[in-house]
């Protein structure tokens, strides 16, 4: 069976769309991020037998039968962060976050026995963060975010908003060979660098700021670089991620 992968862009979007706070359909993001995978399949009318042979976790069978999702359990969400290209998202790992080392900003589940939307968007953007960051840099930027983790509406930003914004400018760069070629020339022309003399970064940092206006200029200062400390995590990710499957290989055919 062939797994069901989602970018990090089609996972917030995704979450989002569990929400009010936007007009997609889940099951429409998820036929787009499928078709990505099997366009010879589609173009040749093999849609049905290339679906056929996709692992589809409980989750996402729910989602695509229409049927309301009220809350995600740690097990939803596990499953969920299985889905996510060069994650390493564990059950045993979201369980720590949530007893012990992010206790105060992940909290209680918020819909009876399931978490929010923003619940889930936080243990996956803990995860994309760990890979570069320890716990207590990460519980910093979450204070400078967050603010008082008790309460929800003097956050910054919503996690799911946040996942949304760093997922986007993860994928701007990494689909633009000329976006990063002009942004890897700004920076080395430059001593100090600074994503704030970046016009490459700082342009698509904007698509998620324009949304931000009531934040004040030291506050969109503060999201901006969350943005840009969580892009580059994924970007560790990725070659976290190459680095294992090479090690694999080379392990595998040592024969």
């Not at 787009?32 to 049905?48: I, N, P, T």
């Not at 996709?54 to 499953?79: E, F, H, W, Y």
């Not at 002009?182 to 016009?199: I, V």
Request: glycine fraction near 4%.
């Amino acid at each position: 069976m062939q797994a069901f992968t989602l970018s990090r862009k089609e996972m917030s979007a995704l979450l989002l769309s569990l929400t009010d706070k936007s007009e997609q359909k889940p099951l429409h993001i998820l036929q787009e991020a499928w078709a990505k995978f099997h366009q010879e399949e589609v173009r040749k009318g093999r849609s049905l037998t290339a679906f056929l042979s996709t692992d589809v976790p409980p989750i996402l069978q729910k989602i695509i039968k229409g049927n309301s999702i009220n809350g995600l359990s740690l097990a939803d969400i596990a499953a969920l962060g299985k889905l996510i290209e060069y994650s390493t998202l564990s059950a045993t790992a979201m369980q720590n976050w949530v007893k012990r080392d992010f206790k105060e900003y992940l909290g209680s589940p918020r819909l009876g026995r399931k978490y929010s939307v923003n619940q889930a968007a936080l243990l996956f953007i803990i995860d994309d963060l760990k890979a570069s960051l320890d716990f207590e840099s990460i519980r910093q930027l979450f204070r400078i975010l967050f603010l008082q983790p008790e309460r929800d509406d003097d956050d910054l930003v919503e996690p799911a908003e946040l996942y949304y914004g760093y997922a986007e400018l993860f994928e701007d760069i990494k689909r633009s060979p000329a976006l990063q070629a002009q942004g890897a020339a700004e920076r080395s022309a430059s001593n100090e660098y600074s994503w704030k003399t970046d016009s490459t970064l700082r342009g698509a940092m904007e698509k998620m700021m324009d949304r931000l206006t009531h934040l004040t200029r030291s506050q969109k200062d503060a999201v901006r670089n969350m943005l840009m400390i969580a892009a580059i995590s994924v970007q560790t990710c990725y070659f976290q991620a190459l680095a294992r499957q090479y090690c694999n290989a080379a392990l595998f055919l040592d024969f």
